[in-house]
C-alpha cells in the first residue's frame, strides 16, 4: 500500500472483505507501540447520511435521531 499525500491508504479488497468492511463502515485506527503495528478496527457504526436535493419529512428526521441515539449508546 502506498500513503498518499493526504495520508490516506487504501485497505485491499481482500482485507475488506475479511473483515466484513463496507463503505461507509466506521473503523478506529491505532499504533500498538508493543507491537509496533498500526492496527484497524471496525465499530460497526456507519455514518447518517441524508441525501440533499429533496424534502425530508418529520418521520425520517425522528428516524435518523433514534437511530443516531441507539448507535451512540452501543457499547
Known sequence: MK???NYQVTIPAPVR?????????IVEVLY????GVIKI???RRRRLT???????SVEEIESAV?????????P
Open 3 to 5: 500513503v498518499t499525500r
Open 17 to 25: 472483505d475479511e473483515a466484513g468492511l463496507r463503505e461507509g463502515d
Open 32 to 35: 500498538d507501540e508493543e507491537e
Open 41 to 43: 478496527i471496525p465499530r
Open 50 to 56: 441524508i441525501r440533499l436535493g429533496r424534502s425530508i
Open 66 to 74: 433514534e437511530e443516531f441515539l441507539e448507535e451512540a449508546t452501543a
